[in-house]
């Protein structure tokens, strides 16, 4: 018994980690919307999308919202999807590179296997709490779902220059 409550609050703890890192991923800096058009804007409305399907993700695996696997599994490849498409949406382009209305850091261009190789791990943790998403085993679904999280964020640190 003592270990069960031990084991719950354990689980409690990492899924409030779960629930911070899917909020940190929301803020999607409003001032960038105003004039934002094109290739800038839609890779803007696939980032929001991924960051609507980790809130939605988040909410469900710290229990404030009603466990579902399935529309666990359709978040994790709706962002599989999108960022499969990711390295497209940033073309080396004068337009793509216009940092008045956009966070894209030069970086995407200088670095471009990086850039790339993130968005593959993006593609294939999300693929993973996709396919785990039923299990029994919540931790790996936690685990699962904090290397998204981490894939996100990696890439926005190195990546992103983030204004407010
Ligand atoms: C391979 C790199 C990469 C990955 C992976 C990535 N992002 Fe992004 N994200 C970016 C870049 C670069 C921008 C800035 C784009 C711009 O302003 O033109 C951005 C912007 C955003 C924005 C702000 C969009 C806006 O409206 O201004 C949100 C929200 C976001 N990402 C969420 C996510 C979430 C959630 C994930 C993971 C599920 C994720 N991103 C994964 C590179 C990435």
């Not at 609507?52 to 909410?59: C, H, I, L, V």
Request: proline share 1%.
């Amino acid at each position: 018994m003592q270990k069960l409550i031990h084991m719950s609050t354990r689980l409690l703890r990492v899924s409030a980690v779960a629930a911070a890192i899917a909020l940190s991923l929301l803020s999607a800096g409003v001032w960038a919307h105003s004039g934002a058009s094109g290739i800038i804007k839609e890779r803007m409305e696939a980032m929001k999308s991924m960051g609507a399907a980790m809130k939605a993700t988040g909410a469900m695996i710290s229990g404030k919202q009603a466990y579902d696997a399935e529309k666990i599994r359709e978040a994790a490849r709706a962002i599989g999807k999108h960022a499969s498409e990711t390295v497209e949406l940033f073309p080396d382009t004068e337009e793509s590179r216009n940092l008045h209305i956009s966070e894209a850091a030069p970086a995407i261009w200088e670095k471009k296997d990086d850039f790339t190789a993130l968005a593959l791990e993006l593609a294939k943790t999300s693929e993973q709490l996709a396919q785990n998403a039923g299990s029994e085993d919540k931790k790996l679904v936690i685990e699962n779902f904090k290397a998204v999280g981490g894939a996100c964020k990696t890439c926005h640190e190195r990546f992103r220059i983030k204004k407010d």
